[in-house]
Every structure is written in structure tokens, then in C-alpha cells.
């Protein structure tokens, strides 16, 4: 099985994928929004919430974890997408159908 059967079976499987599968094929390393940017299933759940007008605390409280952790999650959440904030992280989550 070669790489470009691989890519073609990812396509196929997870159409969200298919910009990561063109970049790996073109040799360039995929642009950070691009399926998810690589979110973790906590991060992912954080980033649901993101959505609502609940603080960092509020958040730490529904998840049932501290709030240091929901903002390590949220920076990483940034990072991962490419966001400066909160409201640009939920919009580039719904352009690339994170969301």
C-alpha cells in the first residue's frame, strides 16, 4: 500500500481531510485550521463551549476540571487554530466545520 492510496482511502473516509491529504501530498506541512488543527477530544469539547457566553470558570465547573485547565485547553485551542481570541478561534472553528 503506498502513500498515495493511503491519502486516497483518508479522502474518501473523512472528506474534511482531503486539504491535509493535498498539502502531504504537495509536501507542505498543513495550514494550522485545517481538520481540526489537530484538537484533542477535551479540546474539542472546550471549544464547544466557546460558543456560549460561559467564563473559563464556568466552563471549569460543566467540565468538572479546574480552571487552569480549560485555559491551557483554550490556548492550545488558539494556537492550534491559528486564533488571537475566543471569538476569532469559534469563527475559524466554523469555516473549517469544526463547528
Do not use: Q, W
Amino acid at each position: 500500500c503506498d502513500l498515495d492510496e493511503l491519502l486516497g482511502r483518508l479522502r474518501l473516509l473523512d472528506p474534511g481531510s482531503a486539504l491535509v491529504a493535498d498539502e502531504i501530498v504537495r509536501g507542505a506541512a498543513p495550514h494550522p485550521g485545517a481538520a481540526g488543527g489537530g484538537l484533542s477530544e477535551r479540546e474539542t469539547e472546550v471549544l464547544r463551549f466557546l460558543t456560549t457566553m460561559l467564563t473559563a470558570a464556568e466552563i471549569a465547573t460543566e467540565l468538572g476540571v479546574s480552571v487552569n485547565t480549560v485555559k491551557a485547553h483554550m490556548r492550545a485551542i488558539y494556537r492550534k487554530l491559528g486564533a488571537a481570541r475566543r471569538s476569532e478561534a469559534v469563527a475559524l472553528a466554523r469555516d473549517n466545520g469544526i463547528l
